[in-house]
């Protein structure tokens, strides 16, 4: 077998030690691996790049196309990026991978019955990064929801589930208040679902699917969900399991990967020789899949469950059957290493597969016909804090041009204006919506330059303006 490069970062803290037992482990499996080596992380970042990682190591990356790093710590202090968030928008790693198994009665946990996989869309979403102070009082930021985006997560889902004989597919989404952003979500969820008929499908609004993830996780195989819920839902489902320190995690995009534990550094524990080199393993694991070597994945996986079957654990996760003390991490490695080539007993034996998986290609437009899109309005947001919502209203309703003409005022999304209740708490940002002085009539950029011309002739200051349209008919904005 040819030798397959990557690239490897050992990290901060703790994650020397976890690296150096992971490679220890996977080289001694028979994995074939022509390994770069390149400093990410504190250092760097201390050197003066602000994403911790030099230029010159992106060439590596580049090369390679496959990532196993080690966790880093970032310093504190404004004007530092996060490697993780740079290296996932470089290379358009757009699928968070992170399984989640008990492996119960073996490590303690409240959830012995658990065995599933959060699939994590990883570029958009608040994620994205879109944010703004827009007065002395306000800040925004933008939630970001495409179509190509949703539907390669979505379709990855579905073909995870496929690849790794799982039986359902289930969406998180909150569409009962986002009905535009999250509701495209859960409109390409049920889109693609139909393709794939041998896979149940279910839904559900996050806040009661997470409260259910946390009484009976049981209940779900595969759950598909935007950037954010996939973060926060996939550190809680790891912590259920018995220990964070169990996690491994991948980043798949369509030409490049990443994998790596869930967790940070922990600089309190570095250079004692305690840590659990767990996360990394699994998530190493993952990557021999992902590179071709499934076989020598599952010989890793199967000796790891073998060790946790007899008692040997790291400080950081309980034996509940042999009340054996806890080893280093130097000596945890070892132990995986001669059980090489053995299989769990209790636990489930694991095997994956010699096919590929399969890769899910950039999204391209579709062909059909062309969407008409309709200029019908502007919402205009004014940084104002000089009366009350109906002086404002007043003001402005006396402004209009002969195609614009003020509708509505909101503040914090709730309408102020005309009959606001009087008890709403106003901050100094206005969205103030104008439609068309004609019913129905499509409006056009001039009419918005006249608009705008008029208030700031009139002393207003407008932050911002986003434009209302019509798609087929169909209005693109909310209420």
């Not at 404004?78 to 699928?95: D, E, P, Q």
């Not at 694991?350 to 062309?370: M, R, T």
């Amino acid at each position: 077998m040819a030798k397959t490069p990557i690239t490897v970062a050992h990290g901060d803290g703790i994650g020397p030690e976890i690296m150096e037992a992971t490679l220890k482990i996977i080289l001694a499996a028979g994995a074939e691996l022509e390994i770069e080596t390149i400093e990410v992380g504190e250092k760097v970042y201390l050197a003066g790049n602000n994403t911790g990682i030099a230029p010159e190591s992106w060439d590596s990356l580049r090369r390679t196309k496959v990532f196993l790093k080690a966790p880093i710590t970032t310093p504190q202090g404004g004007g530092f990026k996060s490697l993780n968030v740079t290296t996932r928008k470089m290379f358009g790693l757009y699928a968070n991978i992170r399984p989640c198994v008990s492996y119960a009665p073996f490590i303690r946990t409240k959830h012995p019955v658990m065995d599933l996989v959060i699939v994590r869309e990883n570029e958009e979403d608040l994620y994205a990064g879109i944010e703004y102070r827009q007065s002395k009082q306000v800040t925004q930021a933008l939630k970001i929801i495409s179509r190509p985006g949703t539907e390669k997560i979505v379709r990855y889902a579905f073909e995870y589930a496929i690849n790794n004989n799982r039986k359902k597919v289930t969406c998180f989404v909150k569409d009962n208040i986002m009905k535009i952003t999250d509701g495209l979500f859960h409109k390409v969820f049920d889109e693609i679902g139909e393709q794939y008929p041998t896979i149940e499908k279910e839904l559900w609004i996050v806040d009661i699917g997470a409260a259910k993830l946390a009484t009976s996780p049981e209940s779900f195989d595969v759950l598909v969900m935007e950037n954010l819920y996939g973060d926060i839902l996939s550190d809680v489902t790891a912590q259920m399991t018995g220990s964070v320190g169990l996690g491994g995690s991948a980043n798949i995009g369509d030409k490049f990967a990443m994998f790596e534990a869930i967790h940070g550094s922990a600089p309190r524990r570095a250079g004692q020789n305690s840590a659990n080199p767990s996360a990394l393993l699994l998530g190493a694991v993952m990557m021999l899949v992902h590179i071709g070597q499934p076989a020598i994945a599952s010989k890793v996986h199967n000796a790891w469950l073998k060790t946790l079957e007899d008692g040997v654990h790291t400080y950081d996760i309980k034996d509940e059957v042999h009340n054996t003390p806890p080893v280093g991490t130097k000596e945890f490695a070892d132990a995986v290493i001669e059980r090489l080539g053995q299989v769990p007993s209790t636990l489930k034996v694991v095997e994956y597969s010699s096919e590929p998986v399969h890769k899910i290609e950039s999204v391209k437009e579709k062909a059909g016909a062309v969407e008409r899109k309709d200029l019908v309005g502007v919402d205009v947001f004014l940084d104002w804090n000089n009366g009350s919502p109906d002086d404002l209203g007043n003001m402005l309703s006396r402004m209009k041009t002969d195609t614009l003409e003020l509708q509505v005022i909101s503040n914090r999304g709730v309408t102020v204006y005309p009959n606001g209740s009087p008890d709403i708490n106003c901050a100094d940002q206005w969205r103030c919506r104008y439609f068309s002085t004609e019913k129905g009539r499509v409006i056009h950029h001039d009419d918005i330059i006249n608009l705008l011309s008029k208030i700031r002739e009139s002393g207003f200051d407008f932050i911002k303006t986003e434009n209302l349209y019509n798609f087929d008919g169909e209005a693109g904005y909310s209420a």
